[in-house]
């Protein structure tokens, strides 16, 4: 079973969402069966390689909302990332666009690395206060996952892989996704969003049973089998 998955390294809920579907694929029985394919998607392409501003700040220019009441929601959404094990800190965030870091993912794709560096820049991005739009800092990562350094630079520098990124961009809105997490099984269903672990294990098991039908006996009699026949 494929599932592709859309989402932002600028996404609070995207990694919220990858924890709770992690938790519900370490107990789906066919799990060592399942291919996942991470996708890129921007909220706000058109953001500057670096915001001079927190990320409230920068929420309430593009928004238009009261800070309070902004705050509020930073609040809802750190208590639910603990809930996961996750440890945000939004004081810290630096508010960067997420281009470079998709380079990287896509580099680390072509490599088998691109679940390690897609955990890694989330939690860079989150949790540790990192520049995902340095190319030292997105060097390091990459080199965490054992990608090579030069490899990294040379595509930080010419952007050869920008394409890629907007392809994945493109392939969601002829699709019809709007938003971020997206979980597409199979290319035949869809799960929207950071939903409860539950609901992840229920698609895994309805794309499962989709894509694996077992035939279901209307009678049965007197037959042979391997062991042998009725009598």
């Known amino acids: 079973m494929k599932i592709d998955i859309w989402s932002d390294i600028a996404c609070p809920w995207c990694y919220i969402g990858k924890r709770r579907f992690e938790s519900a694929l370490a107990e789906f029985p066919h799990r060592d069966q399942v291919e996942v394919t991470w996708h890129s998607y921007q909220l706000d392409p058109n953001l500057p390689e670096h915001y001079d501003g927190t990320e409230a700040e920068y929420l309430v220019s593009r928004k238009g909302m009261p800070e309070a ?45 691109a679940n390690e560096v897609k955990e890694a820049l989330l939690s860079a991005h989150f949790e540790k206060g990192t520049d995902i739009g340095d190319a030292d800092e997105l060097v390091r990562i990459g080199l965490g996952a054992g990608l090579d350094e030069q490899e990294i630079r040379a595509e930080l520098d010419s952007g050869s892989r920008i394409t890629a990124v907007q392809g994945d961009i493109r392939e969601a809105a002829s699709l019809g996704i709007q938003a971020v997490p997206t979980f597409v099984l199979d290319m035949k269903f869809a799960v929207s969003g950071a939903q409860p672990s539950e609901i992840f294990a229920s698609a895994l098991d309805q794309a499962w049973t989709a894509s694996h039908p077992v035939l279901q006996s209307l009678a049965t009699g007197d037959a042979c089998g391997p062991d042998g026949c009725a009598i």
């Open 69 to 113: 009441q902004l705050r509020q929601m930073l609040a809802h959404v750190t208590e639910q990332a603990a809930g996961e094990g996750l440890s945000y800190d939004f004081d810290s965030l630096v508010v960067a666009n997420s281009l470079r870091a998709h380079q990287l993912l896509h580099l680390a794709k072509e490599h088998g690395a």
